[in-house]
């Protein structure tokens, strides 16, 4: 039995839902039903019933999901288990983060960390939350910083740290670029760039709350998937954008980044994630020190 085509099954048991499910393994609904055929061709069974508008389990499906569960999460363990003891032979970290978490908070982190110990190598990876987890439960890192999503992994731990402060970027020519404060109804004809929902879930639906809490239509004319896109589309002229306040750390010539006032300001959460019961003395040393200082690196967010 292949183990990668056991995940697949077992993700999809809990989604039963091949679209969501096809999205926490990063692969296409295809090749997801590929592994699943593949998987019950093995067993020669049938594992799942599925139609155009529902997914089943049969009753060896059933039966299945809860012994193939308890055996992922065995090899997950064993895995851990000699990551871990070769660690101890090489200093290393691997930490992920989004793209914000990694202009900020990053910097004053391993700047304290390398004084603490210099001994150790942190090797970094910068990416959205939704390809930082499934890295996280396949070893590939030890620690992540991402935004929390709506429905965790059991397999993950998270730490909440602090929520980071929403800002405007306008081009340096815009009218509102000399404003030092600026409301959503400043906005309201304004071309908005907003990052793809499915990408960046927390930042799209920012920009979507504000207005709406405000009885206001958003007037969407792009979508961007990558912050520094959208940073250099803004100074395009193309449109303004709502981002966290870290994304102003971006090099980009000819934008302005503006607070929004406090009646009108949201905040996106930030939070630590890593692999449950997975013993990592390093991974812990580095949370250990992130918590003793993380008032002080909240009050920059």
């Not at 039995?1 to 499910?21: I, P, Y």
């Amino acid at each position: 039995m292949d183990l990668h085509q056991l995940r697949c099954f077992v993700t999809a048991a809990e989604e039963l839902h091949f679209g969501r499910a096809a999205q926490r393994l990063e692969m296409l609904p295809s090749a997801l039903g590929r592994h699943m055929r593949l998987l019950e061709e093995d067993l020669g069974t049938r594992l799942m019933t599925r139609t155009t508008r529902s997914v089943t389990l049969t009753d060896d499906g059933a039966i299945l999901v809860k012994e193939g569960r308890a055996l992922l999460e065995q090899a997950d363990a064993l895995a851990a288990k000699f990551r871990t003891r070769g660690r101890k032979q090489a200093a290393t970290v691997r930490v992920g983060a989004i793209d914000s978490a990694a202009a900020g908070l990053l910097p004053m982190l391993l700047r304290d960390f390398r004084e603490r110990r210099p001994d150790v190598t942190v090797q970094l990876v910068e990416d959205k939350t939704i390809r930082l987890l499934p890295r996280l439960l396949s070893g590939r890192l030890d620690l992540a910083f991402v935004r929390p999503p709506e429905s965790p992994d059991k397999r993950l731990e998270f730490m909440f740290l602090f929520h980071e402060t929403a800002v405007v970027a306008v081009s340096d020519h815009h009218p509102l670029a000399s404003r030092k404060c600026v409301t959503v109804a400043d906005l309201v004809d304004q071309p908005l760039i907003v990052p793809e929902r499915r990408s960046r879930p927390h930042s799209h639906d920012l920009t979507i709350t504000l207005f709406a809490e405000a009885g206001l239509q958003a007037r969407i004319a792009q979508i961007a998937d990558e912050k520094q896109t959208i940073v250099n589309l803004v100074a395009a002229k193309l449109g303004v954008a709502i981002v966290p306040k870290w994304t102003s750390r971006m090099a980009a010539r000819g934008v302005r980044y503006i607070r929004l006032a406090a009646s009108d300001m949201k905040k996106l959460p930030v939070a630590a994630a890593w692999t449950r019961g997975a013993r990592d003395p390093i991974r812990d040393e580095m949370l250990a020190l992130l918590q003793s200082n993380l008032p002080g690196y909240a009050l920059k967010a």
